[in-house]
């Protein structure tokens, strides 16, 4: 029976140690270098009594069996909400999405808008990037006040460096009649229908979704282990604690660029694609104020500049237990999303300041809720978003193919570095989807090339 390794607990690791148990595989074993489980999915309680997911965690829901995994897992302890998603421009709130509720920007911008729509040259297919892809689908004015400045600052990378491949399902696109309909007519289009519900952990955050693997594979989990090297010739993993290990099958789930680096023997051609993986930091911001919330919205979206970041939720909204005492009287939170990357400087030793600065400016608190705030908790996310970039197939399909020659499966958000396959259901999916390749040679569907 063959070893297999895997490498980090968060959710794609998770999934497939869920996976091999539910086989009843006995030869297994996941190393992860923090002392808990959960990796960007993971949450905490600050000292105040806070939890704080990093960034807005929302779980979206693409397929059965995790959808029965998490219903399992949490056994009824879950809340159930709509997705209620703004965006904050002109000073105001506009329904998500953006192109379908238009009518509420100012005459000048509905009229630049629509114009921009009725240019587009319905070339969308055949767009060579992204940014050229959001102008053929959207038009020069929707991409003017949404889509261009709001893209800027989730990806901190410039627009027309990156694919337009990945966008299927993740950005909505624009039916004209329907936007001419709702100006017209003042109709609200918004994306919280009946069926757009989400649930969410009644306490400890997302991070308890994968905070309850542990009881069921326990025998097989070694946290505290940092992987610190890869020998593949003598099939051999080494931990910062001199440790070794050997496998005859590698899971991966750690950045991989990361990985590539700490393995020995990769060919120059395969090690040199490492520089077409690019990747955004974030700094997410969580401020616990003392006061009531006075909304019922879930997330909120930021294209303009007089703050720094591109989301905020109002975390206390997901679940009472998000506060201290579970008392939402009392007390919420909001939590806030900055990216970074060498093309996009963030003030990191100032972030609370711009942050608390950012949301006065956009309404989101008064300068005298300032005195409420009782608790500050900073993230500083390395890895963030994998960014597609225009290489970045090119270089997976040059990296994958050689670490599966030598039996070695790189998975989930940065282990496979596919920003539409890497949420929390893809992740976990890939991780039950490889130990179904290895084990029962069946084809993989969340994770192609
Ligand atoms: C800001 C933000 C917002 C997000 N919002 C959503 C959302 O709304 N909905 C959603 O579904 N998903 C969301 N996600 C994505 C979600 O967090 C990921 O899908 C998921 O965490 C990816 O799981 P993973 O196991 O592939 O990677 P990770 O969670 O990164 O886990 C990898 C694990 O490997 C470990 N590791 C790394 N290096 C080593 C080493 N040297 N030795 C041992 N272990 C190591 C890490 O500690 C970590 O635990 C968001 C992510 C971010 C950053």
């Known amino acids: 029976m063959k070893k297999i390794i895997i490498l980090g607990a968060g959710p794609t690791g998770l999934g497939a140690a869920w996976r091999l148990r539910e086989l009843g595989y006995k030869n297994w074993a996941i190393y992860e270098k923090n002392g808990y489980v959960g990796g960007l999915a993971a949450s905490f309680v600050d000292n105040k009594g806070f939890t704080w997911d990093v960034g807005g965690h929302v779980l979206f829901s693409h397929y059965e069996y995790f959808d029965n995994l998490v219903f399992k897992l949490l056994n009824n ?112 289009d918004i994306s919280w229908g009946p069926n757009n519900k989400f649930i969410f952990p009644l306490h400890g955050g997302t991070g308890e979704i994968f905070r309850r693997f542990v009881p069921y594979i326990k025998d097989c989990l070694y946290l505290n282990k940092e992987v610190v090297g890869i020998d593949m010739k003598r099939k051999t993993v080494m931990f910062a604690d001199g440790e070794k290990e050997s496998y005859d099958c590698l899971i991966n789930t750690m950045p991989l660029d990361v990985f590539i680096k700490k393995a020995g023997r990769v060919p120059e051609t395969v090690r040199e694609q490492i520089s077409s993986l690019k990747h955004s930091n974030g700094l997410i911001v969580g401020l616990g104020f003392r006061k009531k919330i006075d909304n019922s919205k879930c997330w909120m979206y930021f294209p303009e500049n007089d703050n720094p970041f591109y989301r905020v939720t109002n975390f206390s909204n997901y679940s009472f237990n998000n506060v201290p005492y579970g008392d939402t009287e009392q007390f919420y939170s909001l939590m806030s999303e900055t990216s970074c990357s060498d093309y996009k400087r963030a003030d990191k030793d100032n972030i609370i300041e711009e942050t608390i600065q950012g949301l006065i400016n956009s309404g989101m608190i008064k300068e005298k809720d300032r005195e409420l705030i009782i608790s500050e908790y900073v993230m500083d996310v390395e890895y963030s978003y994998p960014i597609p970039t225009l290489q970045r197939d090119n270089a997976l399909k040059t990296i994958q193919p050689y670490l599966e020659s030598e039996n070695i499966f790189s998975r989930g958000r940065f282990g496979g570095w596919k920003y539409e396959a890497g949420n929390m259901d893809h992740s976990t999916m890939q991780g039950v989807e490889v130990v179904n390749k290895i084990l029962l040679n069946k084809d993989e569907t969340v994770y192609t090339l």
């Open 77 to 188: 302890e879950y809340l159930e909400h709509l997705r209620e998603s703004w965006i904050r421009i002109f000073n105001t709130w506009v329904p998500y999405p953006f192109q379908n509720n238009i009518r509420y920007l100012p005459k000048e911008a509905i009229y630049e808008c629509i114009s921009g729509l009725l240019n587009v040259n319905g070339n969308s297919k055949h767009s060579d990037n992204f940014h050229e892809w959001i102008m053929n689908t959207f038009g020069s004015g929707i991409v003017k006040y949404f889509m261009e400045p709001y893209n800027s600052k989730v990806w901190a990378y410039p627009l027309h460096e990156m694919s337009k491949d990945w966008i299927a399902e993740r950005v909505s696109v624009v039916d004209i009649q329907r936007v001419l309909k709702n100006v017209i007519f003042e109709l609200d």
